[in-house]
């Protein structure tokens, strides 16, 4: 079996000619192939007059073809995840059941891992299941029911993960083959299949919601269990730090020596309870910034030129950076093609914003976070008070509440006003899609000077690269705080365990080991795959 990279395609090309292309990579004739699979599709739109198909695709070729394409011709590698391959699978009677804190995708792949070797872990979840979740934050979106801190867009089945754009790539090394397991995995869940060739590949809210139940499903069969409404308020340690078990907030106490922290980046209280409890942890860079948002045919055009529209392409996604001096640079963050901007607060009494899409894409606004990098110098945090950088970030989404009227709604600006330091009063042909709505405003009442300055100074570059960014219509909803966790739990490198509290596995993007869906969803893995080593 050859891969063959680097083959290009028109858009709307047939498979005839996909296969006439493979067969002249390496020299033969379309009859001298026999198998093709497409291992990868992805759309190349750096030159906008000339948008095409990029592929990877594996071919069964005749004996003794001649490879005259080296640099894009080679054996297929196989990519299949071994780590498990020769440990042994766990006994329920005799081997001690490891506890996993989060159910968002860390959790849940840990989970997933830990239950398939047999070692029926016990998961506790603060949130809610899916369904019920669903209701709660789609009432509290559309105004019909209150805010709840336990049930949100960042608590609750599937974590932060569950409503959002569903996102799939990673920049994350996978010499493993993590990824691709995943990936089936979430196929095998009902995620779209197409996940398993797009370059780009995303799922979407709606579709998300069936995906993390189904998972949840499985680790049950598999022997698992899964406790949702219970939210883990201590970790017990003996005289060593050993760890020997968690307590619930309803009192229950529950043992184990091996435990993983996958809590996510919101989960405040839970960071406090583990720095009082002695769990080393440091203060790391974050970002924080705004929610922007654009017609999504400016984006597509600007994007796809005269191929805008046609059905395989989908809604354009974009992303930018751009460097802004030696310190800081402003970025796009979690970019959501044809998608809404969202209220993704933990915590009463605070606005905070980030972006979803359903698989479709076809809402009318594009949106990404607009970000400026927050350095720990910016919030003052020093060993001893290594979660400064959580009271900056409630800082600024109390003031975003306030400025917003203090009901929910978020603060927002065109973006002609930011340039000119100028309050929005009204809105134009860009409409604020965030629910549940927002207030015209001056982010610079609700924002550090450095970022909104920072905002300002990014917008022209960025504009070259992506005509129309500059939009003086477009919207900016405020604030973006939630990009990535500001605290790391810092873990030695080799056990993935707590520097200083054996059996305390942190993990995901709370931990500070991962950002994104598939990052977190690989960093679990590691962790129970480690967990499954250290009882052999
Ligand atoms: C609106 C939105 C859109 C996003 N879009 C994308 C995207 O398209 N692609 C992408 O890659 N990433 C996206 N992200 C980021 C992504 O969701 C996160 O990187 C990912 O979910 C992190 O996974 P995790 O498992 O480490 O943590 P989380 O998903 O945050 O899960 C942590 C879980 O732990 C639970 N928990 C916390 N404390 C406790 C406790 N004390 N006891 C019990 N349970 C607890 C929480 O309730 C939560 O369910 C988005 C995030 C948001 C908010």
């Not at 974009?318 to 993704?344: D, E, T």
Request: hydrophobic content about 40%; glycine content about 10%.
């Amino acid at each position: 079996m050859l891969e063959i990279r680097e083959l290009t395609l028109p858009i709307g090309h047939t498979d005839a000619e996909l296969r006439q292309a493979a067969a002249a990579a390496i020299g033969t004739h379309p009859e001298g192939i026999g198998s093709l699979t497409i291992w990868k599709r992805a759309i190349d739109a750096r030159k906008r007059d000339r948008v095409s198909f990029n592929y990877t695709v594996h071919v069964d070729a005749e004996p003794g073809t001649t490879i005259r394409n080296k640099a894009h011709v080679g054996p297929a590698p196989d990519r299949i995840y071994r780590e498990l391959d020769g440990l042994r699978s766990g006994n329920r009677e005799k081997d001690a059941r490891p506890v996993i804190v989060g159910l968002g995708p860390c959790g849940l792949f840990a989970g997933l891992v830990l239950a398939r070797m047999g070692f029926a872990p016990r998961i506790f979840e603060r949130g809610k299941a899916a369904g019920p979740r669903a209701r709660d934050v789609t009432g509290f979106w559309r105004r019909g029911v209150e805010f709840n801190p336990e049930s949100n867009v960042q608590f609750g089945e599937g974590g932060a993960g569950t409503f959002s754009d569903g996102k799939l790539y990673t920049q994350t090394k996978d010499r493993e083959h993590r990824r691709p397991w995943i990936l089936h995995e979430l196929v095998a869940a009902g995620a779209p299949e197409d996940i398993l060739l797009k370059a780009r590949p995303h799922i979407g809210t709606d579709r998300l919601i069936k995906v993390v139940r189904h998972l949840r499903e499985e680790i049950i069969a598999l022997g698992g269990e899964v406790h949702f409404e219970s939210r883990v308020d201590a970790v017990l340690l003996d005289a060593n730090r050993q760890v020997q078990g968690i307590r619930l907030a309803n009192g229950d106490t529950i043992e184990t020596r091996n435990l993983v922290l996958a809590i996510g980046h919101s989960a405040r209280e839970t960071f406090s309870m583990i720095h009082a409890s002695g769990v080393f942890i440091e203060p790391k860079a974050f970002s924080i910034g705004v929610r922007i948002e654009h017609p999504q045919s400016m984006i597509d055009r600007a994007q796809y030129g005269r191929f805008t529209g046609l059905p395989e392409l989908g809604s354009a996604p974009y992303k930018f950076v751009q460097h802004l001096g030696a310190r800081r640079s402003a970025y796009s963050f979690c970019m959501c093609p044809g998608g809404l901007v969202v209220a993704s607060s933990s915590e009463p009494g605070g606005v905070v914003t980030n972006g979803m899409s359903s698989y479709a894409r076809a809402e009318a606004n594009a949106n990404s976070g607009f970000m400026i990098d927050v350095l720990p110098e910016d919030f003052c945090a020093t060993d001893a008070n290594p979660l400064a950088g959580i009271a900056f970030q409630r800082k600024w989404e109390k003031r975003a509440f306030e400025v917003g009227g203090g009901d929910y709604k978020a603060p927002a600006q065109k973006l002609g006003d930011l340039m000119r330091r100028k309050a929005s009063r009204n809105f134009g042909d860009v409409v604020p899609s965030y629910e549940p709505g927002v207030v015209p405003a001056n982010l610079d009442d609700c924002l550090p000077q450095f970022v909104t300055n920072s905002l300002r100074k990014a917008v022209s570059g960025v504009d070259k690269k992506l005509k129309g960014f500059a939009l003086p219509d477009a919207v900016v909803t405020g604030v973006e705080t939630r990009s990535s966790s500001p605290i790391r739990i810092t873990r030695d490198p080799a056990s993935l365990q707590s520097v200083n509290t054996p059996g305390l596995y942190p993990a995901g993007e709370g931990a500070g080991y991962a950002g994104g869906i598939i990052s977190a969803a690989i960093d679990g893995m590691r962790v129970a795959e480690q967990i499954v080593r250290s009882m052999q």
